[in-house]
């Protein structure tokens, strides 16, 4: 038998892949970059009701006066930003993941929306918009007639 220590992970071959899977997260899921800033990409759901199509956005450390929303023919747009607030006494991080910086998100919605009826709401950092489908869009029922 050896006298050699043995650690687990110098032995694996699979080591240095997880380094790479670690930095691939960062990248593909938004975590800060060492220096605590980075790209951000808030998640969202769109489902569709029979009337409506609803965008979810999840969207904590964001202030209203800091999100942008635009329909722009059948797309909406939302930008925003979200702005590193460090809390007196706390100048020292020995370790930053919280995200931060400008988003901006932008989808098709399939059928147009009207306009005129699109409501948002912004409640405990959740963005809730409802864009409503215009009526051309809607499913309708035709009656079928007995020649």
């Not at 699979?14 to 997260?25: A, I, P, Q, T, Y």
């Not at 059948?74 to 706390?90: N, P, Q, T």
């Not at 009826?117 to 051309?136: C, D, H, I, Q």
């Amino acid at each position: 038998m050896s006298n050699m220590s043995c650690n687990n992970n110098a032995l694996t071959p699979w080591v240095g892949f997880r380094d790479l899977e670690n930095h691939l997260d960062r990248i593909f899921h938004g975590v800060a970059t060492p220096s605590g800033t980075g790209n951000w990409m808030p998640p969202m759901d769109i489902y569709e009701t029979e009337d409506a199509y609803v965008l979810e956005a999840d969207l904590p450390g964001v202030k209203k006066e800091d999100i942008g929303l635009q329909i722009i023919e059948d797309r909406l747009v939302l930008k925003g930003a979200r702005k590193r607030e460090v809390a007196e006494g706390h100048q020292g991080y020995q370790h930053y993941e919280r995200s931060e910086g400008q988003f901006e998100r932008s989808f098709r919605i399939r059928g147009g929306v009207d306009g005129e009826k699109v409501e948002a709401r912004f409640e405990n950092g959740v963005l809730t918009v409802t864009l409503p489908k215009p009526e051309t869009a809607k499913p309708r029922q035709i009656d079928v007639k007995l020649s």
